[in-house]
């Protein structure tokens, strides 16, 4: 039997084959299922490990380079963006999984599915300026640095950096709106499921 498909689960008291659960059981598989769906748009597995390591290797650079002033401030602004950004979006996944025993159900998967709403639509109104920024921000740490290495300018390292980030911009937007939209529909769906179990 499928954990996602509560309206079965509620009615197995009917089936002699089907374990009957309590409310109690009923609420831990709807969060926990709800959970399972949240994971998608959660900072984990393998972007996790990018963020991790990009880290690392900052903090390698800061202590064991022999930098200038200069290129230490940049790299720890770098590091400072970075571990800012993966401690807020931790921090929101933290928020949005976390479920209280006094809270009912219902509260719980309503609040969730609004924040998803709500981060749809964000990202649906500023998508073309968060790519834009990203570019920028990406971009702008390629020109500065190179300017305080004093490098000569090179159109094509310079071009092809361009253009391999505005493709890693737009395909991780993409790639995280289609995810969010689909965990905001498995939640509205495993909502429905509870509203026709009551």
């Known amino acids: 039997m499928k954990e996602s498909n509560i309206k079965e689960l509620w009615k197995s008291g009917t089936d002699s084959n089907t374990k009957s659960y309590s409310d109690s059981e009923l609420n831990e598989i709807i969060v926990r299922t709800a959970k399972k769906s949240m994971k998608a ?9 990018v963020v991790i390591a990009v880290v690392v290797y900052l903090i390698f650079t800061l202590l064991f380079r022999n930098n200038s002033l200069e290129m230490k401030l940049l790299d720890f602004a ?16 933290y928020k949005m999984g976390t479920y209280k025993c006094d809270m009912p159900v219902k509260e719980w998967l309503e609040y969730r599915i609004n924040e998803l709403n709500k981060t749809v ?9 968060i790519i834009c920024l990203s570019l920028l921000l990406g971009f702008g740490f390629h020109v500065v640095q190179q300017m305080l290495v004093k490098a000569p300018f090179n159109p094509i390292l310079s ?26 529909d498995e939640l509205k769906e495993l ?4 509203e026709e179990s009551n």
């Open 78 to 93: 770098g590091l400072t963006i970075l571990l800012l950004c993966a401690f807020f979006w931790k921090r929101s996944d």
């Open 121 to 129: 639509y964000r990202k649906k109104k500023y998508n073309r300026l």
């Open 41 to 49: 748009v959660q900072l984990d597995g393998v972007f996790q490990y």
């Open 159 to 184: 071009g092809s950096i361009f253009i391999a980030l505005a493709i890693f911009c737009v395909f991780i937007t993409r790639s995280l709106n289609g995810k969010y939209r689909k965990t905001r």
């Open 191 to 194: 909502y429905r499921q509870f």
